[in-house]
């Protein structure tokens, strides 16, 4: 496993965009349901046992969370979305956090969007690849708990959500995934290695313009 996400550390919490720390850098962004296991993943990545809280209510977390990795590279945890027992009232408000940050991010790089192997491709789900279809920014999927599956069953939901992706038009790509198992952390990691630039000579610091 790549040492450099070991490094991983909370620096700023932003309950709302005019909180959120100066936009420079790179950033990739962990977005899902909020029972998808978008916090054991992060942890799971950063080897880590709490860097991403993990509620036993899922919904709990309102905040969008920053973890930098080293001066120029961070990781995003967005607040996650979908949950039955969150108010509308916060829901709305997180879903508009949610559209605008990926609206108007500069240095952002890709999102990572967390989905249970056995509920894939919710609504919300495929409105959150299309945002960033729209940004042309890269989305990869982790179908997380797929230790919850044998292999054979696993793959072939992976095969049909990656089917589902291409019948509906859309732009991501996706994998395995278990906290549990560590399995899939390697590729995980390999897929936010290109994202921050590992192997090139030096990161994009400053914003791009539109």
Request: aromatic content about 8%; charged content about 20%; proline content about 4%.
């Amino acid at each position: 496993m790549s040492q450099f996400y070991r490094q991983a550390h909370y620096t700023i919490s932003a309950t709302q965009l005019s909180e959120l720390p100066p936009d420079i850098g790179l950033e990739v962004a962990f977005a899902g349901r909020s029972n998808a296991g978008k916090s054991s993943a992060i942890n799971t990545i950063t080897d880590h046992k709490a860097l991403a809280r993990i509620s036993k209510t899922p919904g709990r977390t309102q905040m969008i969370n920053f973890f930098a990795l080293d001066d120029t590279r961070t990781l995003v945890d967005l607040p996650g979305y979908g949950y039955a027992k969150v108010p509308e009232q916060m829901k709305i408000r997180w879903q508009q956090n949610l559209g605008q940050y990926l609206d108007t991010r500069q240095s952002l790089q890709g999102l990572m969007i967390m989905m249970d192997i056995r509920h894939p491709l919710k609504q919300f789900d495929i409105q959150m690849v299309r945002w960033a279809n729209q940004k042309n920014l890269d989305v990869h999927i982790l179908l997380t708990k797929s230790d919850k599956f044998k292999h054979g069953a696993a793959m072939a939901s992976l095969h049909g959500v990656l089917a589902e992706i291409k019948k509906l038009e859309l732009n991501a790509s996706a994998q395995l995934f278990s906290s549990l198992k560590k399995t899939g952390r390697d590729e995980a990691i390999a897929k936010l290695d290109s994202w921050f630039l590992l192997n090139e000579i030096s990161p994009k610091l400053e914003p791009t313009s539109e």
